[in-house]
C-alpha cells in the first residue's frame, strides 16, 4: 500500500481571546467592622544567669535548694605544742552561697492588667525547669521604678516570696483585707519550688 499524503500540516492553529487592561477603576467599599490585627505583643524581659562560682552570699529565709550552705571556723585551736589551760570549742558561722539560677533583671509590658508580663515569667520558668543547672530556680529584686510602683505585688501573686519572713507576712495580710494601695516593698524574691507548677498554671486554676 503505498501512502500517497506527500505534505501533513500538524500544526493546529487555536485562537485564543486575550483579555485587555480595563480602563475603569472600581474602589472596594470598606468592610464596616473589620480592623487590621496587630501583632501579638509581648512583654520585655531581661534575665542573666547566676553562677555558683560568684560566690553571692544570701541573708535571710530561702528554700535549702537554692543555696550551697558552707561552715568556717571563727575560732581556731592553739597550734599544736602551746599549752592551753582551756580547750576552746571553735565556732563555726554557715554562709549560705547562692546556686546556679536566673534573675530577672528588668520586665516591662506595653499594656497592663493584660497578661504579658505573666506570660514572660511563665516562659522564663518553663526554660528553669527544663536547666540541669538552674533547676527551676528563679529570683529578682523588687525595687520601686517610680515614687510609688512596685513589682513586689506582680512577682508575690505569681509564687515568688521574699527572703525576709516579715515582707512575706505584711504581703499577704494586704491581699487577705484588699488593700488597694500597697506601699512599695523593697528585697530579693525568689521563686520556691512548691510554688514552681503554680506558676506554668497561673490563670487555668489560680
Known sequence: MINNITNVDSQINLAVAKTKASTVSVSMPPIIGFKTPNLKQKAQIRIKKIKRSDNI???GDIDDDYVDIVEDNLI???PEGEFNF???QPQKRKTAFLKNCYIIDYIQSPKQRCGLGTEAVKSLAEK???DSRAEGRIVTFSAPVWKESSP???FYKLGF???EKGANEYMEECLIKKVPDIP???GMMYLPKSNLHRLLRYGELF
Open 57 to 59: 552570699v544570701i541573708v
Open 76 to 78: 581556731e585551736n592553739a
Open 86 to 88: 582551756f580547750q576552746l
Open 128 to 130: 528553669a525547669m527544663f
Open 152 to 154: 513586689a505585688l506582680f
Open 161 to 163: 516570696r521574699f527572703v
Open 184 to 186: 512599695p516593698q523593697i
